[in-house]
């Protein structure tokens, strides 16, 4: 029945953010005051007044930012125990999300994305018809190669697990190449067909392969994470585990060989020099610096932090070096923490502490250098790239504001030629913000650091090196 999923440990404390409203009942208007109990339900605390479980209020007016709104049908759910003081409310019209009335004290429904569909349906006629032509026969060929693979996948259920583990490690290294090759061919043909398009036109174009190749992009792990962005953002924590330890990971042999196609493109291969640029970077400058104890250096958006594992290399490392991580993401500094869990088993006990930040809450902080104190090194890998140009430069002068004399910062993005550039919008939904060598340098114009660039070995990705005079 209707409240009886409600417990009295789910309502919200007193500390939550609340708003107040009305509802009519049988000829009066009773005061109501409201929390986020969920995205879709609003917690409702009547007072004195008392209302039977499931009744149904024709609307809810609610005090927002901009005034009191009508919104409409709802019922409530009396919480156990609360004689129908208490309960929820949930919207019987619209979908509406809770969370903003309450937080942001405003209407958001949830069912925008339904008005603009008539839009998003007339994209379909602006695709250029060779592109039409192109996607339907890589989906033709892309369903003949899943059938074929499926079946394999079918046949290999019915064995004990290591049989079944065996016969797919055979599998992938017998079919496998000449799927990926495939996949190979129809990626150079994409960067043939699209050459040349402006911005728009491929959005529009990443947006019809994306829909048509759905299905597919599904079966692919790191496919699936960059599309659906769970954390809310394409780059957390467990794409870079997919793209750092690179292996062929999913259920079935198609997914599985999709996903391996993607971590092996030159732009995740960047992705993993990274880790020992930042290691050798780090060891060159210790040593010019005449090995200072401690030596402090700094994570800007550390993620996974999976660098630290070739940064710590001996137990002098673990004794000296100072690591801080920082992220605005929880669930990246937790995987840094293992980062680091690691590297003590390996190494013994490190000085490493992380911090749950924004760089944007790091440019209003006028204190930030009192508070965190000065590095020798630091580094930001995997963030610049999501900066437009006045937000980068605003944080590059913050990062070189907090160098010890000889110090530098280092900091990674990638270039506007990478090769898999177009992969990388087209299916994996994971647009950056590319540089060329002049606009990375022009962040750093009127530093005061000597600047430098430097590229890694698949040279997708460019190192702006500013030095601190000593
Ligand atoms: C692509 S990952 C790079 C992680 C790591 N540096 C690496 O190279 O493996 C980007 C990271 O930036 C973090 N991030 C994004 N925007 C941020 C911001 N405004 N402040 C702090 N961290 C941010 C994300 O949470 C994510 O962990």
């Known amino acids: 029945m209707a409240g009886s999923r409600s417990a009295a440990s789910e309502l919200v404390s007193a500390a939550e953010p609340r708003r107040t409203g009305t509802v009519d009942h049988e000829g009066r208007t009773l005061a109501v005051t409201l929390a986020c ?72 429904d949830l069912h925008g994305a339904f008005r603009n ?158 880790r020992a640029l930042v290691a050798a970077e780090l060891h060159a400058l210790d040593a010019a610096l005449g090995r200072p104890a401690p030596f402090r250096f700094l994570s800007v958006a550390c993620g996974p932090a999976f660098e630290l594992r070739d940064t710590y290399r001996t137990r002098d490392d673990a004794r000296r070096l100072e690591a801080t991580l920082l992220d605005q993401d929880p669930q990246a500094l937790e995987a840094a923490r293992a980062a680091v869990e690691k590297v003590e088993a390996a190494h013994g006990p490190i000085r490493a502490v992380t911090l749950a930040e924004s760089v944007r809450t790091m440019l209003r902080d006028r204190g930030l250098r009192d508070r965190l104190g000065r590095f020798h090194l630091v580094y930001s890998m995997g963030l610049f790239d999501y900066l437009t140009p006045p937000v980068a430069k605003a944080v590059l002068a913050r990062l070189v504001d907090l160098l010890e004399p000889g110090g530098a910062v280092l900091v990674g993005n990638f270039h506007a030629s990478q090769p898999s550039k177009v992969y990388m919008d087209y299916w994996m939904d994971w647009p950056l913000y590319y540089r060329t060598e002049e606009s990375l340098l022009a962040l750093a114009e009127g530093l005061p650091a000597h600047a430098s660039l430097g590229f890694d070995p698949t040279r997708c990705q460019m190192f702006l090196r500013l030095e601190r005079g000593r």
């Open 37 to 108: 109990a969920s995205r879709l339900a609003l917690e409702a605390d009547l007072g004195a007044e008392r209302v039977a479980d499931g009744t149904e209020f024709a609307h809810l007016e609610v005090a927002l930012d901009g005034g009191p709104v009508r919104l409409g049908r709802c019922r409530f759910l009396a919480a156990p125990g609360s004689r129908g003081a208490r309960g929820r409310l949930v919207f019987l019209d619209a979908l509406h999300d809770c969370h903003a009335i309450v937080h942001d004290g405003r209407v958001a």
């Open 117 to 274: 569909l008539p839009l998003v349906l007339q994209q379909r006629e602006r695709i250029r018809p060779e592109f039409e032509r192109w996607v339907a026969g890589l989906v033709y060929d892309l369903s003949v190669w899943r059938r074929v693979l499926d079946d394999q996948d079918r046949l290999l259920e019915e064995e004990p697990l290591e049989v079944a583990a065996a016969a797919m490690d055979a599998l992938l290294a017998a079919e496998g190449p000449g799927f990926l090759s495939f996949l190979d061919g129809k990626d150079r043909e994409l960067d043939a067909l699209v050459r040349g398009f402006g911005r728009e036109e491929h959005e529009r174009h990443g947006f019809y392969l994306r829909r048509m190749a759905w299905p597919f992009i599904l079966s692919s792990e790191i496919h699936r994470r960059t599309n659906m962005k769970p954390r809310g953002y394409a780059g957390d924590a467990e794409m870079m585990r997919l793209l750092y330890e690179a292996r062929a990971e999913g259920r079935g042999a198609f997914g599985r060989l999709l996903h391996s196609h993607a971590v092996q493109k030159p732009g995740a291969e960047a992705v993993r020099a990274r």
